[in-house]
């Protein structure tokens, strides 16, 4: 066999950290610079040489995934191309009355079909079934169990052994804006929730284990998904063990997020979708929902729709992810990160329980989240976590896509976030000037000396929905405060080098106020100049937009 390192000197972790020491001292850094934190404040090293033991037995032993798609109208045509297109399954969220007309030309004998939580679709549906063999029937019910679902649930139960009546849906909990660990415990609390009642209703504990299925995001941080879903199928087991049964295989289903989906420059999200995708796939998810890049705007169109299939398609037949049995295995990076996220998750776990459950916990949980919202806003907020697209090269030229409502009822009756949503509101009050607002990039001498900055101001405030003309190469103040005059903006911001500031600064400013600039900025963190304010990287970037539409007297 032959060895990769053959040849080498052994290398050490000390001397690996004292190499890297040495280069932070020359730029004044220090190691803690190279850790960085999830949102559940879990530590992300630079590099890993161990990790913890891995828990066998927790992966599914399968070849690909279940390919599942969203339908929330009644559109056999859409459910047929669907089908025709590589897709498997079906997630129907349509009225009772119009399960059926959906379901038009399925053969339900090969396609599983998961309902939305309805009573009432849910009996529909099952009309639908007793027309064919109890052993073709798959699929899941998605329903509560209490009151008359619980009654539907064991008739369910007993009539059908391959079907599946629970979905365990963490999904509000991460579209209220939650952390993975948030979404992990809370999902953890509503399944022991689902289990007693079941069990209470007379099911066997192996029986009530076997009725849920699942339901977490994935999203575009690929690696957390990743250890996401292999956490969540680690905590079931644990939950299974204390229950005394045996070989509980926690059935997952993943959708791609709608929080990080956005209406604006909406294609990117086929790129936040795919890379979604993969993580779910890569951590053993047993079904995927690729949402269509348009789903923040409204009903998706066929095109959109025939992009999510496909993107799953590429994953599976020519990215060939499906092949492998856990190819995470062994990366001491994704084992870290998989080991700390269940062990937060597990203790948030403990404290739902210990309030009393996930229904007397609700205000913990409502808080908790909000919490973590709070904590990701201010990351967007000055741009730490970027939103490519919205608060990041945004495009202020773009064809608005348009689409149709959807009006398929969320049905979880708590708060939704996405996190492009406070930008996207400031480039729709932008939009709706009669004149698109003007901020007007004070450019100091030549190209190459204020590029930079002027690139990083023009970008903070298109994200605002503000034109940023510019003076482009200068000579001097007057030459900039010509240009400025000529713009028609109230608002001027300086980009330049250190050096042109030293020098020009001073006089710009002055210059700029005296042909009408009624508040000047400054691209960088100081000068000598009479400035009203600086941006530059990490400010306050929401802030800095909203003072700006201020001032000019755009409110919304």
């Not at 008359?148 to 629970?166: G, H, K, N």
């Not at 992810?321 to 295995?329: F, H, M």
């Not at 600064?505 to 009479?530: I, Q």
């Amino acid at each position: 066999m032959m060895e990769l390192a053959g040849g080498f000197p052994a290398a050490s972790r000390e001397q690996w950290r004292g190499l890297v020491d040495a280069v932070l001292r020359k730029t004044g850094a220090d190691f803690g610079s190279l850790v960085s934190r999830t949102p559940d404040g879990l530590e992300v090293q630079p590099l890993y040489t161990d990790a913890p033991a891995r828990f066998p037995g927790l992966v599914p032993l399968r070849q690909g995934w279940d390919v599942r798609q969203r339908h929330t109208t009644a559109d056999p045509v859409a459910v047929l191309n669907d089908l025709e297109g590589g897709v498997k399954s079906l997630w129907l969220a349509v009225p009772a009355a119009d399960v059926a007309k959906a379901l038009d030309g399925a053969h339900l004998d090969l396609v599983p079909v998961v309902l939305d939580g309805s009573v009432d679709a849910a009996r529909a549906m099952l009309r639908l079934w007793r027309e064919i063999s109890p052993d073709d029937v798959r699929g899941n019910l998605a329903l509560t169990p209490s009151g008359d679902a619980l009654d539907v649930i064991l008739q369910a139960a007993s009539a059908f052994p391959s079907l599946r009546t629970v979905v365990v849906d963490a999904l509000p909990f991460h579209d209220a804006g939650g952390s993975d660990a948030d979404e992990l415990g809370a999902s953890l609390a509503l399944a022991v929730s689902h289990l007693r009642a079941l069990t209470a209703a007379g099911l066997p504990a192996a029986e009530a284990f076997a009725q849920l299925e699942f339901r977490y995001a994935a999203t575009v941080d690929q690696f957390l998904s990743i250890a996401k879903f292999r956490a969540a199928r680690r905590l079931w087991a644990r939950v299974a063990e204390v229950s005394g049964v045996d070989g509980a295989v926690q059935v997952q289903h993943a959708v791609t997020s709608s929080a990080m989906m956005t209406r604006r420059d909406p294609w990117v999200n086929m790129l936040r979708t795919t890379v979604a995708a993969a993580g779910a796939c890569l951590g053993g998810a047993d079904a995927v929902t690729v949402q269509p890049f348009d789903a923040a705007i409204g009903l998706p169109d066929e095109f959109a729709r025939r992009v999510a299939r496909n993107t799953q398609n590429v994953l599976l037949e020519e990215a060939h992810l499906g092949e492998v049995v856990d190819p995470a295995a062994g990366s001491w990076y994704v084992e870290q990160l998989t080991e700390s996220l269940a062990a937060a998750a597990w203790a948030w776990f403990q404290e739902i329980e210990r309030a009393g459950g996930i229904e007397a916990a609700r205000p913990l949980v409502a808080a908790r989240i909000a919490a973590t919202w709070a904590a990701r806003s201010a990351r967007i907020a000055d741009r730490r976590d970027p939103v490519t697209g919205v608060s990041e090269f945004p495009d202020l030229g773009e064809k608005r896509v348009v689409r149709a409502p959807d009006t398929a009822p969320t049905g979880s009756g708590v708060p939704r976030v996405r996190y492009a949503q406070a930008f996207e509101e400031l480039r729709d009050l932008a939009d709706a000037q009669p004149e698109r607002p003007r901020v007007f990039l004070a450019t100091l001498g030549p190209v190459a000396a204020h590029t930079a900055r002027a690139t990083f101001a023009a970008n903070l405030f298109n994200a605002g929905g503000f034109a940023t003309p510019d003076a482009g190469a200068t000579r001097g103040a007057e030459d900039v405060a010509v240009r400025f005059k000529e713009s028609g903006a109230e608002v001027a911001v300086l980009c330049g080098t250190e050096q042109s500031y030293a020098e020009l600064a001073v006089e710009t400013v002055d210059a700029l106020r005296a042909v009408g600039a009624r508040r000047v900025l400054l691209a960088g963190r100081k000068t000598d100049a009479d400035v009203d304010g600086f941006v530059f990287t990490g400010c306050p970037a929401l802030d800095v937009l909203k003072d700006t539409f201020a001032f000019i007297g755009v409110t919304a």
